[in-house]
C-alpha cells in the first residue's frame, strides 16, 4: 500500500504538470460520482492529506481519494485502462488525469474538505515540520496498543503505512508489540521515522538503510528467517492475520526484545541513519524539550 511519501509525491507530479488548467473534458464512472461533471473548471490546487490525494478547483469543488491497494494515476496520454476501471478521467490542457481502480473517491466542497480528512492526525508529508511532541502524545493516548498498529492507525499521525510500522520500531530497538505507553523517549522514534519519510517523499524510491547494494533497500521489511542485518539473530515475523494490528509485521527478537519498559536508544538510531541523507533531518527534528 503507497505511503505518505508517495501520495505527496503524486501530488507535485500532478500539480506540474496540470495545474492553473482547465478541464476540456470529464468523465466520471465511479457510482459515487456520477454526477460529477468539472468541464470549464480550473485545477488550482493538488494536494496530499496523510494517504489521502485533494484535487482543489475554483469552483469551490474538491475531488478527493484514496489508493489503498489497487489505485493508481495514469498522467499524460490517455489511459489504455479498460474504460470500467477508469473512474475518473480530465482532459487537461496538457494531457488527461486518469485515476485508475480507486477504492475510494468522491467529491466534497472545498471548504468542507474537513468532513473527509479532519479526523487525521498531523501529517508527516505537509510542507510544515510536523509537531513530534504532539504526534507523540496522540500515540500515547491508547497506551496499551502495541507500537506498530498506533504507528498506522491515521487517527495519531498521518502517513506511516507498513513498511514505516516495521522499519521504524527496528531503527529504534523497539518491538512491534511493545505498549507505545512501556516506551521511553517515544519522541525520539517519530523523530526518526518523520526524518525518513520526508527525506524519501523527495526521492524516486523509498530506502530507510541509505545503502545502495543492499538488496532491498530496507533493514528488515520483507526479510522474515533471514538473519537480522545488526546482530546476526534470525528474523521472526508473522502474517496479517497472526499480528494485533492486522498487517505483516517482521522483527529482530534480539534487537527488539519485549521488556516491562523499553528505552529508544538513540545512538542506534544514530547509526542507523549514518548513511541516509534523513540523517540531516534526524537532529534538527527531534524534540526540543
Ligand atoms: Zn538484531
Redesign the pocket.
Known amino acids: 500500500m503507497p505511503e505518505g511519501d508517495t501520495i505527496r509525491r503524486l501530488a507535485e507530479r500532478i500539480s506540474g504538470r496540470f495545474l492553473g488548467q482547465r478541464v476540456a473534458q470529464s468523465f466520471a464512472r465511479d457510482p459515487r460520482i456520477t454526477h460529477l461533471d468539472l468541464v470549464g473548471s480550473t485545477l488550482t490546487d493538488v494536494d496530499a492529506v496523510g494517504k489521502w490525494w485533494l484535487l482543489r478547483f475554483d469552483d469551490g469543488r474538491t475531488v478527493y481519494g484514496h489508493l489503498r491497494m489497487d489505485g493508481r494515476f495514469d498522467l499524460g496520454r490517455r489511459s489504455k485502462a479498460p474504460e470500467w476501471q477508469r473512474r475518473l478521467e480530465l482532459e487537461m490542457e496538457n494531457g488527461w488525469i486518469t485515476a485508475i481502480d480507486m477504492p475510494n473517491i468522491g467529491v466534497v466542497a472545498t471548504a468542507k474538505e474537513e468532513s473527509i480528512v479532519g479526523h487525521l492526525g498531523p501529517d508527516l508529508c505537509s510542507t510544515e515540520i510536523p509537531d513530534i511532541a504532539l504526534i507523540a502524545d496522540r500515540l500515547r493516548s491508547n497506551g496499551d496498543r502495541p507500537l506498530a498498529g498506533a504507528l498506522l492507525d491515521q487517527r495519531n499521525v498521518a502517513g506511516f503505512g507498513n513498511v514505516y510500522a516495521v522499519e521504524v520500531p527496528f531503527i529504534a530497538g523497539v518491538s512491534p508489540h511493545q505498549p507505545v505507553d512501556s516506551i521511553d523517549d517515544l519522541e525520539a522514534l517519530v523523530a526518526a521515522g518523520s526524518a525518513l519519510i520526508r527525506t524519501n517523499m523527495g526521492r524516486s524510491h523509498r530506502n530507510t538503510t541509505g545503502r545502495r547494494l543492499h538488496t532491498t533497500n530496507m533493514w528488515i521489511y520483507g526479510r522474515q528467517r533471514r538473519p ?6 534470525t ?1 521472526v515475523g508473522g502474517a496479517e492475520r497472526e499480528m494485533p494490528w492486522g498487517r505483516v509485521s517482521v522483527w ?1 527478537p ?3 526484545a519485549i521488556e516491562p519498559t523499553r528505552a529508544v536508544d538513540p545512538a542506534r538510531i544514530e547509526r542507523a541513519l549514518i548513511l541516509h541523507p534523513a540523517r540531516k533531518l534526524w537532529p534538527i527534528e527531534q524534540p526540543t524539550t
Open positions: 537480522c542485518p545488526w546482530c546476526s539473530t528474523l529482530c534480539t534487537c527488539q
